[in-house]
């Protein structure tokens, strides 16, 4: 018995940890048709537009975080290497601007500081997301405005 109270346990704790790995994000429709990764006690959603990207914050119950006083970089990997500044822009969104080539090599790394001083940095796949949620090109547009809840 007490074996299985202990077995039982240890799948318990583990469950969380699984419950946000980047084939789970991935497998979820995302707030904003972006790709959605964990960096700290936060996830970033990376939105792309044409030469634009915008990064949505929300905590791991999937609950906004103000954007306000949280500064950063999002380095785009796509032949060519940019930087693009990222700076709030409402709400729970920081936009960037840049050129860069939106491809099947692309790979994107976004790294914020927020206003304790702590930086957090994750990395992306964005096209593997967007083939799977979209099917097709990219809009152009770095967000849609659409919201949804899981």
Do not use: C
């Not at 018995?1 to 497998?27: C, E, I, K, Y």
């Not at 999937?62 to 950063?72: I, M, Y």
């Not at 001083?117 to 659409?146: D, I, K, L, V, Y």
């Amino acid at each position: 018995m007490r074996q299985t109270v202990a077995a039982l346990l240890a799948l318990g704790l583990s469950l969380p940890a699984l419950a946000h790995d980047d084939a789970t994000l991935d497998a979820m429709e995302s707030p904003n048709g972006g790709q959605v990764r964990m960096a700290g006690p936060y996830h970033y959603e990376l939105v792309l537009g044409k030469n634009a990207v915008s990064v949505y914050l929300t905590d791991h119950g999937d609950q906004p975080v103000p954007s306000a006083g949280v500064s950063g970089n999002a380095i785009i990997l796509s032949g060519a290497r940019s930087t693009l500044a990222l700076s709030p822009a409402g709400d729970n969104r920081l936009d960037g601007q840049g050129e860069f080539q939106i491809g099947p090599d692309m790979r994107a790394v976004v790294s914020l500081t927020f206003p304790d001083g702590n930086t957090w940095q994750t990395r992306f796949t964005p096209w593997e997301r967007m083939q799977q949620a979209q099917g097709a090109a990219p809009t152009g547009e770095a967000h849609s405005g659409g919201h949804h809840h899981h």
